[in-house]
């Protein structure tokens, strides 16, 4: 009955087996290509910026893991420490050096963090980081901005209420509606509404939590000033401020948004990046925030495998490598070039595009722009972002199976995998 993973046979085979045995057939929603159409590729390996597919097929992944993978994938110095690590034993529910060397880069990294709590995801990190907030403040309530993701924990499973109400609905079955009622929900780059949140609510509210670059709804800038007003709203209201970093911690630059804009959050949550590929995600803040956790505070948080030591020693590797070679200003221009040419390409097949980027982030938004907001998103031709998906997947170019997901760049990636991208690109852009 079970046949081994090795001779698996096609995607579509496995797809199938899958099916039986996994929800959809997949361990996370997106993966199952639902939005684009088609069934996902099963991958075997991947190495660099390349990923390749039980079928035999060999992609340039623009993916990247959905963001951690900013050295690319099997980074030998990675594979190497948690060799290393897993050769020591895998799992200790006990101290360990390795966990303190990473706390200490995290702390020098991030301008906000002297101490940091290591958990296992970035919905851990999130989850985690609003419960300090509730219990620093005594205050229940949590503002988020519609279109910005923060993983699948109840607090954050939120669509904005129906007319001007801003109390938030349940986007989820099974997220009880009391829960729900405590996250208000705000329009992103849009400060009048967090200004009428707080000129109701304001002495209810714990924390504002935002993407500084929002990330999940396709790449959103902030625009000017906004993450500036939310600093200024929160500290006259009594309410802290969330950073969620898990996309822009050391990816749009070493010290992730907080450094790139220079706006300090109270609370800053890490993820993708910091695990080098492995699960980790962390929260941190100042001592004194910090210092409310258990168990040197009441705030309650634990966990039976944080700062696992094969995990630990991928991100230490991972953030060593990007203090030591400082690859911001090559990715940057990398992802310079390739959005320049996108948009060239798609004005001269006369397709509205918008292309947003930042770092090694960008999102493409088959849509006149400008997008500042998810209602400006939600008007992008998701059709022809499948149409151009499965153009790329031909032409051997890995996307994201979702037109409002972002676009991610590698160490690994070449100026060769870019002129690539870029032709593949205006081919299917000719056919669109
Ligand atoms: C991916 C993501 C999360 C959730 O992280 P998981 O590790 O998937 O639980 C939270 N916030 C943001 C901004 C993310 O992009």
Redesign the pocket.
């Known amino acids: 009955m079970i046949s081994p993973a090795s001779d698996s046979g096609s995607s579509s085979d496995l797809h199938a087996r899958a099916q039986r045995v996994i929800p959809g057939g997949v361990n996370s929603p997106v993966r199952a290509f639902h939005s684009v159409g088609g069934d996902p590729i099963y991958i075997e390996s991947a190495q660099g910026s390349r990923i390749r597919s039980v079928d035999g097929r060999e992609y340039i992944d623009c993916v990247c893991s959905?963001?951690p993978l900013i050295l690319g994938h099997a980074e030998a110095r990675v594979v190497a420490a948690v060799q290393r690590a897993a050769e020591g034993g895998t799992s200790y529910g006990a101290p360990t050096a390795g966990e303190c060397e990473l706390a200490e880069r995290i702390v020098a990294i991030v301008p906000t963090a002297e101490k940091v709590r290591l958990v296992n995801?970035?919905?851990?990190?999130?989850m985690s980081a609003v419960r300090l907030a509730r219990g620093a403040t005594g205050r229940d309530r949590i503002v988020k901005f519609e279109g910005?993701?923060?993983?699948?924990s109840d607090s954050f499973l939120i669509k904005a209420g129906s007319g001007a109400a801003t109390f938030g609905q349940p986007s989820s079955p099974g997220v009880p509606a009391s829960v729900a009622a405590d996250t208000l929900s705000a329009s992103y780059n849009d400060v009048d509404s967090v200004e009428a949140i707080f000129q109701s609510n304001g002495d209810t509210i714990a924390a504002v939590i935002v993407?500084p670059v929002a990330?999940?709804m396709g790449v959103v800038l902030p625009g000017e000033a906004f993450l500036q007003s939310l600093r200024r709203m929160t500290q006259e209201h009594g309410a802290l401020l969330i950073f969620?970093e898990?996309?822009t911690g050391f990816r749009v630059a070493l010290g992730g948004a907080q450094a790139l804009y220079a706006v300090a959050p109270d609370i800053t949550?890490l993820?993708?990046v910091i695990g080098g590929g492995l699960?980790v995600?962390a929260y941190c803040a100042s001592a004194a925030l910090m210092d409310q956790m258990s168990p040197d505070g009441p705030v309650y948080q634990a966990g039976t495998l944080s700062g696992n030591p094969l995990a630990v020693a991928a991100g230490t590797a991972t953030l060593r490598i990007l203090q030591e070679e400082a690859p911001y200003a090559r990715l940057g221009a990398m992802m310079d070039r390739l959005c320049g040419g996108l948009s060239a390409s798609a004005s001269a097949a006369a397709i509205p595009l918008t292309v947003h980027h930042v770092g090694s982030m960008a999102g493409l938004f088959f849509n006149a722009g400008p997008v500042r907001s998810y209602a400006e998103v939600a008007i992008s031709d998701a059709g022809r972002y499948a149409r151009f998906h499965a153009a790329m997947l031909q032409a051997g170019i890995y996307l994201a199976p979702s037109a409002f997901e972002a676009f991610f760049l590698s160490t690994a990636h070449t100026d060769e995998d870019i002129d690539a991208i870029l032709a593949a690109a205006s081919a299917a852009f000719a056919v669109l």
């Open positions: 959905w963001g995801s970035g919905t851990e990190a999130t910005c993701y923060h993983g699948h993407e990330g999940n969620d898990v996309i949550t993820g993708k699960p995600g």
